[in-house]
């Protein structure tokens, strides 16, 4: 009992919210849900799952509510949408049920191994960090199960923004990362860009306002279950909200 109780002090009465975007995830949305709890568990940090289904018409959302019966309501929260309105508005929907005063943002489609939430934590303590993102490009880090194509594109548009905007971060266009509610509050508010590029602009737009950040080297695996959401429309997307940048900033 001893070394629960040492365990369960660790966590220093923060609380962490976890927003899960969703859409078509219901093979992936057990396996996820079940490695946050284990990893959240045996670190002793609370925590709470919030599940932001847009109108998944595979049936992700009757998965979260068996989830939700498993684990509790207290830490399984489904706050669904009617449909697809954009993953910016899908974590300002989320943050408003969030109590925690940190908040990760990460894939639900098993790329995102919540292995490194421990990591993400340690790190944000370490030096007081506003945000700190998964990296995939430095250390440890690296991709797995992608094709020649998809690594040309995640390394092709890290190197333009690296040229173009100097953003002083080493992986712009992940989307695993955690931020101190109040910051990501702000930026989301300041961020205008949807789609594959978002992300890239929190990070611009985080610097811009002398938010520091701190990096964690990630592995990231292809998902498992399901297709791929990036395609040719979301790269063009990319490379205009790129010039957009660019201009404005």
Not at 119 to 139: A, C, H, N, P
Not at 163 to 172: E, I, K, Q
């Amino acid at each position: 009992m001893a070394s629960r109780t040492s365990t369960r002090s660790r966590g220093n009465g923060e609380k962490y919210s976890v927003l899960l975007p969703t859409y078509n995830e219901r093979e992936n949305l057990p396996l996820i849900v079940w490695l946050l709890v284990k990893y959240f568990g045996e670190s002793g940090y609370d925590y709470e799952i919030i599940v932001i289904d847009d109108g998944s018409p595979d049936g992700t959302l009757e998965v979260a509510e068996q989830l939700q019966k498993i684990y509790g309501e207290d830490k399984i929260l489904l706050r669904p949408r009617a449909k697809k309105l954009g993953l910016g508005t899908a974590y300002i929907h989320g943050m408003k049920h969030a109590t925690g005063s940190f908040i990760f943002i990460m894939d639900a489609d098993l790329s995102h191994h919540p292995k490194f939430i421990p990591e993400f934590i340690e790190k944000q303590k370490e030096g007081d960090y506003d945000l700190v993102s998964g990296t995939r490009y430095q250390g440890d880090g690296g991709v797995y199960g992608w094709d020649l194509r998809r690594k040309l594109i995640s390394r092709g548009a890290n190197f333009v923004t690296q040229v173009l905007l100097r953003p002083g971060a080493s992986d712009l266009t992940g989307s695993f990362r955690l931020y101190k509610r109040k910051v990501l509050e702000g930026l989301i508010e300041r961020c205008v860009s949807k789609g594959y590029v978002f992300q890239m602009e929190m990070i611009i737009r985080a610097r811009q306002l002398d938010y520091s950040i701190g990096e964690v080297p990630i592995s990231f695996v292809d998902r498992v279950y399901g297709e791929s959401k990036l395609g040719g429309n979301e790269i063009v997307s990319f490379l205009k909200g790129l010039l957009t940048l660019f201009a404005t900033t």
